[in-house]
């Protein structure tokens, strides 16, 4: 039995403690906004907050998250987030999900960055597309994901 607190939540999983946190939110706790994509930590489908740095939860184990927080696109976009529900709003403005398998992947690590960055700080082209290299989009969005994480980081300013 692992104890996972998840989106604020304290959650028992009764899974091996090598078990990747993918497998326990969508097997385990029926949260299925996390997509598993590659498996090797290559894509970014499936990103998550771990106590805050975004995480690749297909190769993440259970016994990492213990004592820590994980936060998912369920809580990250529509709940309580500030940053989370700008990236979203952005993403939204933006019109970037064309398939959007990759999408929950893509927010999660987009909100990371800007919570990473100093307050009113406008990230460069660059700092951006550092940031949200290890997330791949097959639709081939790119423009757009970058012009929705500079948006969100003004309206955040």
Not at 11 to 18: E, K, S
Not at 34 to 59: N, P
Not at 104 to 114: P, V
Request: glycine residues 10%; hydrophobic residues 40%.
């Amino acid at each position: 039995m692992s104890a996972l607190n998840v989106n604020g939540r304290d959650h028992t999983v009764d899974a091996d403690p090598g078990t990747p946190i993918l497998w326990a939110l969508r097997d385990t706790l029926g949260m299925t906004g996390t997509k598993f994509g590659c498996g090797a930590a290559l894509c970014g489908a499936c990103t998550v907050h771990l106590d805050g740095q975004a995480i690749r939860s297909c190769i993440t184990p259970i016994s990492a998250a213990e004592g820590k927080k994980i936060v998912t696109i369920e809580s990250a976009a529509g709940g309580s987030d500030p940053v989370g529900n700008a990236v979203y709003a952005a993403w939204v403005k933006h019109d970037v999900a064309q398939c959007g398998y990759c999408q929950s992947g893509q927010i999660m690590s987009a909100t990371a960055f800007l919570k990473s960055q100093p307050k009113g700080k406008q990230p460069s082209v660059a700092e951006i597309d550092s940031a949200m290299a290890g997330n791949i989009c097959r639709c081939g969005t790119y423009a757009r994901i970058r012009a929705a994480v500079a948006d969100a980081a003004k309206t955040l300013a």
